[in-house]
């Protein structure tokens, strides 16, 4: 049973940055992928990137390639997008999520509750 909790949302304008985290509880975290998705209101969820167990591969939308970057410190329990460049479509409500194994897909495990990243004009 894994516990996930997301923080670092907030208002931004476009162009400014945010860091979001996910702070991980529980035992073999570090051997799951981890995922950020994001969803707004009436809208699918979507997958904006995902980042293996070593932390050495990681995938990105590519929406967002080139502005968001991954990252996880197994040590500390953290997974962390760093979120630049942003757009007024970068909007939503960000979640992270795991699933044992190297890959993330649409039927993660576990789940946090997800923090709101709006960036207003």
């Known amino acids: 049973q894994l516990l996930l909790v997301e923080s670092g949302g907030g208002a931004v304008k476009p162009g400014e940055s945010l860091r979001l985290f996910c702070t991980v509880s529980?035992?073999?975290?570090?051997?799951?992928?981890i995922g950020w998705f994001r969803q707004v209101p009436g809208q699918d969820r979507e997958i904006v990137s995902c980042?293996?167990?070593?932390?050495?591969?990681?995938t990105y939308a590519p929406s967002v390639e080139g502005r968001f970057t991954i990252s996880r410190d197994n040590a500390k329990n953290l997974v962390t997008l760093q979120m630049n460049h942003l757009q007024l479509e970068d909007s939503a409500v960000y979640f992270c999520?795991?699933?044992?194994?190297?890959?993330?897909?649409?039927?993660?495990?576990?789940w946090g509750e997800g923090t709101q990243v709006t960036v207003l004009p």
């Open positions: 999520a795991a699933r044992f194994g190297g890959l993330c897909k649409s039927d993660m495990k576990y």
């Open positions: 529980g035992l073999n975290w570090d051997y799951h992928a």
């Open positions: 980042i293996k167990p070593s932390g050495t591969s990681a």
